[in-house]
């Protein structure tokens, strides 16, 4: 279990209590997140049991937790299914920096988000993956009047900071190979397509583990998505680079990290049901799915050989994503074999 701060129920008691959710009956450490302290919890009101998230943040600042949490409350608004922040009365007196979505506890920032019914489907069908494509898209064009901006922090600027960190760690094989396609990423990023592909608010990080299903409420050719969460990565980036972080997990082959053309033509077809991708996107979905392996080989690398305290961590394995990568650099996925 990932639980960096522990917090006794006496301590998480009364911030459930000022914000109106009830009496705290059960909190507990929730096993399997790597970047913050996340609790289930549980409170009584007016006799019926409401089921929470508490999240203690252990990297993100009070400064740049707003833009996460008030974007999940916007798309929530606008019918897209993630877990809603729960804000502070009018009235409840704030610390200096302190939004009305933002919280703090054992001097770490906190949220506290209702809890989605459902479960992570970690073997998905082309028919779970074309429910993540279309409600990814619905999400992207729910995003455009967003007022808020930040970039996507694990964006190009990390990655170039970062590779120099993590090289001193690598065999020669795989320092040439980050070089590399770094290099490549900051060639594509300096590329007229590049600046035409459209961009907004995107999540960053939707693997299998970050949406719910409750796949006991749906056909089985027609499973429920119950949500997406964990918006704790996202960023206004190009939308083709949501999709491609998308792809890469849920139309991949785990073993192997070849991508599975059943997924990832549900998934691609399901989102352009929503919005037609532009010419730029089509041209540049090659490039995106090798820039979405290298974020994720570099965030796990770094993971690795760079971890930080918890009581029981075990960080993703880095080889997976140097996997997908060369399998990206192998056997480019054109739109063309997609819509085959
Ligand atoms: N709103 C929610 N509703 C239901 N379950 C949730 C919710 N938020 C988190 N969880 C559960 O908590 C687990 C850990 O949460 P999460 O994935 O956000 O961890 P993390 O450490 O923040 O992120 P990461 O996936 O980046 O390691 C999830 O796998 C899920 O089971
Ligand atoms: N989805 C990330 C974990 C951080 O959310 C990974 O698999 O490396």
Redesign the pocket.
Known sequence: MAVFTPVPETDAAPLFKALGLGRLKALQGIEG???NTNFFATTEREGAEHEWVLTLFERLTHAQLPFYLHLMKHLAQRGIPVPEPQAKPEGMRRRPGEDELLHTLRGKPAAIVNRLRGKSVLAPAPAHCAAVGGMLARMHLAGRDYGRSQPNLRGLPWWNETVPVVLPHLATGEAALLQAELAYQNHVAASSAWAALPRGPVHA?L?R??VMFDDEAGAPDAPRLTGFF?FY?AGVDAWLFDLAVTLN?WATDLPTGALDLPRARALVAAYQAERALTQAERDLLPAMLRAGALR?WL??LW?WHLPRQASLLKP?DPAH?ERVLRQRLAQPLTMAALES
Do not use: A, L, Q, V
Request: glycine residues 6%; negative net charge.
């Open positions: 997140g790597i970047e990080d693997f583990d970050n964990d990565f997990d994720f965030s796990r993971d993703h994503f």
